[in-house]
C-alpha cells in the first residue's frame, strides 16, 4: 500500500476520493476514473443507520472494488461500535481503518486492534468535538480527519469553524516530529479548498467536488491547480 507523501513531509497534497458521491450503479468504474484521474485513494464511507441517519456500504464493496483499482481502499466508519466490525472489515482488505473517536470509548485499543492486521489506522473527529483529547493518540495513527461536516451525507456545506483544529493539528505534529496526514472531510470543493490547504490540510477527502458532470479527470485536475495556487 502506498499512500502517497508518508509521514506528510512532503507538500503534495493527497487527495482520496470519496464514492459516496459517485454513480451507486457503477462504483467500480467510478474507482477506476478517480485513479485514471489523478485521485491518491478511494475513500469508502460506512455507515449504519444510526450514527448518522445515513445506510451505506458493507465488506463486499472492498473485494469488489480491489478488482477496479490499485489504489489504497480507505474504510471511513461513520457507525456505533466499529469495534465490533473490525476483524471481518480486515479481512475485507481495506488499506485503513478510521474511526470516529468518538465511538471508541478504548481509542488505543482500536488502534492497536486494526493496526495488528498490518493495515493503516486513522482517527476522525466531528465538528462539535474537541480535538485536544485526541492530540496523545496521533502518534499512533497515519491520518486525522477533521469533519468540516457532520457525517452522513455528502454535498454540505464546508464548516470553516473547524480550521483552527487543522492547524492545531499540524503544530502538534510538527512539535512531535509525528508521522501522520491531517485531513479534512466534508464541503471541500474549488472554493474552499485553498482555505483548507492555508489552514494546513494535507489530505483531502472528496466527494461532490470530484464526481461531477464536467468528468472525474478534469476535476481533479481542477483543484489540484487550485492546490498549488493556495501553496505559492
Ligand atoms: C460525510 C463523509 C464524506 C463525504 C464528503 O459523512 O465522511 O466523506 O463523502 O462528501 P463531499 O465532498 O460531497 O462533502
Ligand atoms: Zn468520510
Not at 457507525?79 to 481509542?107: F, K, R, S, W, Y
Amino acid at each position: 500500500m502506498s499512500l502517497s507523501s508518508p509521514c506528510g513531509r512532503s507538500s503534495r497534497v493527497h487527495i482520496g476520493a470519496s464514492i459516496l458521491a459517485a454513480d451507486f450503479a457503477c462504483l467500480g468504474p467510478a474507482a477506476r476514473a478517480a485513479e485514471l484521474g489523478g485521485a491518491d485513494s478511494i475513500h469508502i464511507d460506512m455507515m449504519d443507520g444510526h450514527y448518522v441517519p445515513n445506510l451505506t456500504f458493507g465488506f463486499d464493496l472492498l473485494p469488489a472494488l480491489r478488482k477496479w483499482t490499485t489504489l489504497p481502499l480507505v474504510a471511513h466508519l461513520e457507525l456505533d461500535n466499529p469495534d465490533a466490525l473490525i476483524e471481518p472489515l480486515a479481512q475485507a482488505g481495506p488499506d485503513m481503518i478510521v474511526v470516529q473517536e468518538d465511538t471508541c470509548p478504548h481509542l488505543d485499543v482500536t488502534i492497536a486492534h486494526i493496526r495488528s492486521y498490518g493495515i493503516g489506522a486513522g482517527v476522525g473527529v466531528n465538528p462539535d468535538r474537541r480535538l485536544e483529547p485526541v492530540l496523545p493518540y496521533l502518534s499512533q495513527v497515519d491520518l486525522l480527519i477533521i469533519m468540516s461536516v457532520p457525517p452522513g451525507f455528502g454535498g454540505q456545506p464546508f464548516d470553516e469553524n473547524v480550521l483552527p483544529k487543522v492547524s492545531l493539528a499540524r503544530r502538534h505534529r510538527d512539535e512531535h516530529d509525528l508521522c501522520l496526514h491531517v485531513g479534512l472531510d466534508g464541503g471541500v470543493n474549488e472554493g474552499t479548498i485553498v482555505r483548507a490547504v492555508q489552514a494546513g490540510a494535507d489530505y483531502l477527502i472528496m466527494g461532490s467536488a470530484i464526481f461531477q458532470r464536467d468528468g472525474v479527470g478534469t476535476a481533479i485536475a481542477r483543484l489540484r491547480e487550485r492546490i498549488c495556487q493556495s501553496m505559492a
